[in-house]
């Protein structure tokens, strides 16, 4: 039988949106949660996670947990995850011989490496992935992890997964972190736990920082300051944690709503973290329309976000400092320069060539083929808008979810939409949105 193709056709809005939009559980913080769940022996030794993601890269999370030997439980809509990775040295429960999976996510990998660093298991475990995964940057939590004492080989090329880790004795470090990297801080501060003497952290520290949170959280000594972090081993205790709106995920609608004339998107729940909004400050650089409502501080920040439609918007700049708290929002923000009138200028963004694709050639190119007037020079993008977007291209995003995404809503506000040609893109948006497509034929109903 001859297989039929799949591609998908996003067809503009023709209409206003006005909506409400409930966006999925924040990713960072699911990863988290389920992580440092699994090392919580102290307290109850049970850690409650109320809607949490439920998407491909927090499924490579579970599961690998899961593979390791932590229970984990859905009850009436509550995960339950009992600690017991704490205890693998003391009880001598360990693997002996395990592979395990990350698939496409780049959190799963660094964040466990550092907690099975420290774990003191006496087997080994393989950590493989996707191809895209495995082009990706390990050196940047391998290093320190070794100086720490980890015992950590790669399987085929230096620097990239597939690798093997085994259970050592950690010492803590002081480190400087050479790049803004939520997961690489999170990793070392994972491995810092079960290490003796304390870890201290110095350098680009400022990015998203929900692990330093939950683990306060969890009765961790932590310290934080402008200029560092100061962890002493600890052990985690179990704990209750509200996964908020994903920030990330809302990021989209809330472009959406500025871009399609008279409408008005409302975003309830979503996680306001400072260090994971810096979109709106871009907003206010461009002249979006949007209000904050409802703040509330219970460990993370959440707050309702409301985002509405205004002509004629300013161009912008981006630059170094900008970029960690929004760092995944640069593909949307290219599609939101390319609505601007005249020249934006998006820098500072070396990091986007390590993500699950090269972001910035994969977003230019494809912006391009949408009649875009855009240039990727050195680590920035410059983009020249007009105010309108033509579409009517063929895609191919390489795979990589925020790509799709942010192309998917570049078609709906452009003047002819655009064709995804390729199943892995049109699947990737699984990796951290399973619902997206489904939420754009949702709005498309409403009136
Ligand atoms: C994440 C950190 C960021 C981000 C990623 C999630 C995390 O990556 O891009 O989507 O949960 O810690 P880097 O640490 O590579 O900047």
Redesign the pocket.
């Known amino acids: 039988m001859q297989k039929v193709k799949k591609i998908l056709c996003i067809q503009p809005f023709d209409k206003a949106v006005v909506a409400t939009v409930t966006v999925p559980g924040d ?2 913080i699911t ?1 988290r949660a389920f992580l440092m769940g699994a090392m919580a022996c102290g307290g109850s030794g049970v850690t409650r996670v109320h809607t949490p993601l439920l998407s491909g890269d927090t499924m490579s999370t579970i599961v690998a947990l899961q593979q390791l030997g932590v229970q984990i439980k859905e009850q009436s809509g509550v995960w339950e995850v009992w600690g017991h990775l704490g205890l693998i040295g003391k009880s001598g429960l360990h693997p002996k011989e395990m592979t395990l999976n990350a698939n496409n996510s ?2 799963t990998t660094r964040l466990l490496l550092g907690v099975l660093a420290g774990a003191g298991m006496k087997g080994r475990v393989t950590i493989l992935g996707d191809a895209s995964l495995c082009k990706r940057p390990m050196a940047r939590i391998v290093e320190p992890l070794k100086i720490m004492g980890a015992e950590i080989v790669y399987c085929k090329q230096e620097g990239v997964l597939p690798l093997c880790i085994r259970g050592a004795t950690l010492q803590g470090i002081r480190y400087q972190l050479p790049q ?5 801080k ?1 990793g070392l501060l994972l491995a810092g736990l079960n290490a003796m003497g304390s870890t201290v952290l110095g350098g680009e520290i400022t ?2 920082n929900h692990t330093e949170i939950l683990m306060r959280q969890m009765g961790a000594d932590i310290a934080v300051s402008e200029e560092q972090i100061v962890l002493r081993p600890s052990v985690l205790c179990g704990t209750s944690v509200q996964v908020v709106g994903d920030v990330s995920s809302a990021a989209f609608w809330m472009v959406l709503a500025a871009l399609c004339p008279h409408s008005k998107i409302k975003l309830p729940g979503i996680c306001c973290n400072p260090t994971r909004t810096g979109i709106l400050s871009i907003f206010d650089r461009c002249g979006v329309q949007y209000g904050v409502k409802n703040l509330c501080t219970d460990a993370e920040t959440v707050g309702d976000i409301e985002v509405e439609y205004v002509q004629d918007l300013k161009p912008f700049c981006i630059s170094e400092q900008d970029v960690p708290s929004l ?2 929002e640069l593909p949307i923000l290219c599609v939101l320069a390319c609505f601007c009138k005249d020249t934006s200028c998006i820098g500072g963004i070396k ?1 986007l060539l ?2 699950e694709s090269n972001r910035i050639t994969n977003i230019v190119n494809n912006l391009k083929q949408m009649g875009a007037n855009i240039v990727a020079q050195e680590e920035q993008i410059v983009v020249v808008g007009d105010g309108v977007l033509q579409g009517g291209a063929s895609l191919d995003c390489l795979g990589d979810h925020r790509i799709v995404m942010a192309l998917a809503i570049a078609a709906l506000a452009s003047k002819q939409g655009a064709v995804f040609e390729k199943e892995h893109d049109i699947q990737s948006v699984a990796i951290s949105y399973p619902n997206f497509f489904a939420e754009i034929e949702n709005l498309r109903k409403t009136k």
């Open positions: 990713k960072s990863h780049g959190t803004a990297s939520a997961q690489v999170s990015s998203r760092i995944d990091e390590y993500k």
